[in-house]
């Protein structure tokens, strides 16, 4: 068999499972919000001056002849970030028990709630304790819909248009930044300075719109039988596919189902040699993701506008225009997994990123050098804005959907819980570093950073080309097929872990 192309199941594509895996990508649009809006926030002077006043006089004591690459130089301020990505990452561990035992809706509900009471607290917020309690709450909330909804959509989707819907989760994320980026750029016109309260208290909009759309969705056929349901997750089964003739791919989740049952810690069996490709991907891919630098980008846009020297308004509205990138080139991604696989994606979004960060850093050290002094002119202030939009497409339509669409398909249901929590937890880690340790990074590094970030792009495209395998079109309950075709990943894989006996051939 072809590789990418996996045993056709009766049924088609149904409203039905379009509908609920649009309300389930919901999940994203929190995670979204809350990584557009912090980095707009903390650019507003009137939310510096009243919970970081070091900063802000720094800010504003530094002139012309002062280095700009350290402006915003605060573990404080960027605590106030990277505590929700510890939160999450805590949180992620758990989501994965109650994912499992209690389902993927049970746990996007929770995760719903108490983003809400996180988004309530930092609206009201009169103190850092109050604002950093908050973010631990939202970190919690996007601990577990990180969790639970990549993998919803990868098992209520049909095989054929598995990538389209999953990375309708990715595709709220940049809805979400986009949202947060213009309300960011309304609320800091707000004179009397109350602003950064809209801006923080309208994560409540989405953390409802996932809390009431997960209480109406049904759960997926995978989890219905692992709690002990076949009947009814038949059913299920029957209605999202659209036809009564599921007997082939019932069998196949019930049989997936009986050999999970047999192991009782998914967490040492995730270790197993045979487990060994999933847990290497699931590791690296969100390590890498990370590792991109585009949460510089997403976090901090408007802050490393105003360091590059744009205004107040214009940082503010640089940063809406890469989010409008981010959104338009997520839709690429959408029509293409499916269509051309994910590993073109990932290798072409890899060389163009590379391209696009070597460039942002030679403009940057062509005009600040490693003093920080100087300024940058209109026409170079253009071109960095147009290589870092370049930058951001390319992430959008490779490594930001793919990065969450590929670990949720590649883990059988015996380890995917663990799996995902793996994916989640190395992402919310690197996350935080990089949140809490960027502006840091940027003071000490320079130009640099862009060329540190642009060496692990160069890492991370030769991982692809060499270690994945390509996964469109095939079954997620068929997917160690792949694996035993793989030059490397081969060996691994034990002859009786092939459903039907045969293999893909090898990429």
């Known amino acids: 068999m072809a590789q990418g192309a996996g045993r056709k199941y009766e049924g088609g594509v149904t409203c039905f499972v379009i509908i609920t895996c649009l309300v389930a ?22 939310f510096l001056k009243r919970f970081f006043p070091s900063v802000y006089h720094k800010e504003h004591e530094i002139r012309d002849d002062g280095n700009m690459y350290c402006k915003f130089d605060s573990h404080l301020l ?20 109650v994912t499992r035992l209690f389902g993927r809706k049970i746990s996007m509900l929770f995760g719903g709630l108490v983003f809400l009471l996180g988004a309530i607290l930092n609206g009201a917020a009169t103190n850092i304790a109050m604002l950093i309690i908050g973010r631990l709450l939202l970190g919690i909330g996007v601990g577990f819909a990180n969790q639970s909804v990549p993998i ?34 309304g609320t800091a016109q707000i004179k009397e300075g109350y602003g950064w309260r809209i ?56 049989d997936a189902t009986e050999a999970a049952k047999k192991v009782d810690h998914p967490w040492k069996n995730i270790l197993q040699p045979k487990y060994r490709p999933q847990l290497v991907i699931c590791t690296m891919i969100p390590f890498f993701q990370q590792l991109t630098g585009i949460n510089v980008i997403m976090f901090y846009a408007p802050v490393l506008f105003k360091t590059l020297g744009f205004g107040d308004d214009a940082s503010l509205m640089s940063a809406v225009i890469t989010g409008v990138v981010n959104l338009v080139s997520t839709l690429v991604s959408v029509h293409s997994a499916d269509r051309f696989g994910r590993r073109i994606l990932f290798l072409e979004g890899g060389v ?36 870092i939009c370049a930058y951001v497409a390319a992430f959008a339509w490779s490594w930001g959907p793919l990065g969450w669409l590929v670990p949720s398909e590649i883990c059988p249901l015996e380890i995917r819980s663990a799996g995902q929590a793996i994916n989640v937890s190395v992402n919310m880690f690197f996350t935080f570093v990089i949140g809490q340790f960027f502006l840091s990074m940027l003071c000490h590094m320079k130009f640099g950073l862009f060329l540190f970030f642009a060496g692990f792009v160069v890492l991370m495209t030769i991982f692809v080309y060499f270690f994945l ?39």
């Open 25 to 46: 990508a919901m999940g994203g649009l929190i995670f979204g919000y809350d990584i557009g809006i912090s980095g707009g926030v903390t650019s507003m002077d009137t």
């Open 78 to 97: 960027t605590l106030f970030t990277s505590s929700l990505y510890l939160a999450a990452l805590v949180a992620s561990f758990f989501s994965s028990t």
């Open 152 to 185: 919803y959509l990868s098992e209520m989707a049909p095989a054929q248009i598995r990538g389209a819907l999953n990375i309708g989760f990715q595709m709220a994320i940049t809805i979400g930044i986009l949202a947060a980026n213009l309300i960011n750029y």
């Open 199 to 254: 801006s923080l208290g309208l994560a409540a909009v989405p953390a409802l719109m996932i809390t009431i759309g997960s209480f109406f969705l049904p759960d997926t056929p995978n989890s219905i039988i692992e709690r002990g349901h076949p009947e009814e997750a038949k059913r299920m089964l029957q209605k999202i596919r659209g036809t009564d003739n599921v007997e082939a791919e019932f069998q196949d989740l019930v």
């Open 352 to 387: 163009q990123m590379i391209i696009s960060q070597i460039l942002v850093g030679i403009m940057i050290a062509i005009n600040f050098g490693t003093q920080g002094v100087g300024e940058l002119p209109k026409g170079s202030a253009n071109l960095v804005l147009f290589f």
């Open 469 to 507: 395998p390509e996964t469109k079109n095939v079954p997620i309950e068929e997917m160690n097929r792949v694996w035993k075709a793989h030059w490397f990943w081969g060996k691994y894989i034990p002859d009786e872990a092939v459903i039907g006996g045969q293999t893909y051939t090898s990429a």
